[in-house]
């Protein structure tokens, strides 16, 4: 026997899921209309180009297609207009001959010029009569001509300033700076004017010497002035180093020490020489004299010593007979003899 509580709960599950589904429902996103949007194709165009107005997400009913030059839908405005069911383009009253509704409502232009610059808007009519509308737009550039550049001195010297300007007498142009063919850099002493027409270099060193261009430019052409030579001479009374204060310290520490250790080696030359010469004369003012009457051998133990010359003189009186008369002492004949001693 199924118990009593079993028959309340088979009722209450239709019930739950009733709940359930209608909080489901009540929280499901309704479905969103894709939105009604327009496209320039190209967005920026030169003067003779074609370009189109690009429609997207149009409804599928969509009857006829109206469109207006501006931001409303003025009928003094309307280019032109299309009928979907008859494949029938109207022209409006501002249209130019070259405006033309395609089959999807995208707009078609020939040959723009610069006057079609601006906004344009579409409005879709669908077969119930509600009505869609949306805007694009897109602008049409001249190409640029070609600019001229003027500095305030094509020659300077070092620490000098100068100032270059670009002319151009085109609107809505990028200035760009190009030295010796290649993109300006910047530094702490290169400054340019708001718009960059005007570039000033101060002070100026000798690696600014060289070729600047200046090239103009909008979204559709660009051109570059011819080439100006920028000479920048030598200053001898200006220093050119470009050593940090460290480097220098450290140069002028290598050379103190340099000075000192050639100075040290020049003393030892000197001391070394004067030392020789005095040893030289001790060893003269020991050789005995030459006047000496008694030999001296000196003993060397020394090994591979010097060998010392001594000299030795001897007085010899000349022979006379015993029986002979004394002489006079002065009158006595001598002879000195000499010898030479080497001892080893």
Aim: proline share 8%; aromatic share 6%.
């Amino acid at each position: 026997m199924e118990p009593r509580s079993a028959s309340p709960r088979r009722g209450c599950v239709p019930w739950r899921g009733l709940l359930l589904t209608a909080s489901l429902l009540a929280l499901w996103p309704p479905l969103v209309t894709a939105q009604l949007t327009i496209e320039p194709v190209p967005p920026n165009a030169a003067e003779g180009q074609n370009v189109v107005l690009k429609a997207h997400n149009q409804p599928p009913n969509a009857e006829l297609y109206r469109w207006y030059k501006g931001e409303t839908a003025e009928e003094s405005h309307r280019l032109a207009a299309f009928s979907a069911s008859s494949k029938q383009s109207i022209p409006g009253p501002a249209h130019s001959g070259r405006e033309t509704i395609q089959e999807d409502g995208s707009l078609f232009f020939q040959n723009v010029t610069v006057n079609d610059t601006g906004v344009y808007t579409l409005d879709i009519l669908d077969r119930d009569f509600a009505s869609k509308r949306a805007s694009g737009r897109f602008q049409v550039f001249e190409p640029v001509t070609q600019p001229s550049i003027q500095a305030s001195n094509t020659t300077v010297t070092e620490q000098q300033s100068v100032v270059l300007t670009c002319h151009s007498t085109d609107p809505g142009i990028t200035i760009r700076w190009l030295f010796n063919e290649q993109s300006l850099p910047l530094t702490t002493r290169t400054k340019l004017s708001k718009n960059n027409s005007t570039l000033s270099i101060d002070p100026v060193r000798r690696e600014d010497s060289g070729e600047y261009r200046c090239e103009v430019s909008n979204p559709v052409s660009s051109m570059k002035s011819n080439p100006l030579r920028l000479d920048v001479n030598y200053d001898p009374t200006q220093s050119s180093s470009d050593l940090s204060p460290g480097a220098i310290a450290g140069i002028v520490v290598g050379v103190v020490a340099g000075v000192a250790l050639i100075a040290a080696l020049a003393y030892f030359l000197y001391s070394r020489k004067t030392g020789g010469a005095s040893n030289q004369r001790d060893l003269t003012e020991h050789k005995p004299s030459a006047s000496s009457h008694s030999p001296e051998i000196s003993r060397d133990d020394a090994p591979n010593e010097m060998d010392e010359v001594s000299y030795t003189s001897l007085k010899f009186n000349a022979a006379q007979p015993k029986n002979s008369a004394p002489v006079p002492l002065t009158s006595v004949a001598t002879e000195t003899v000499y010898s030479e001693v080497k001892k080893k």
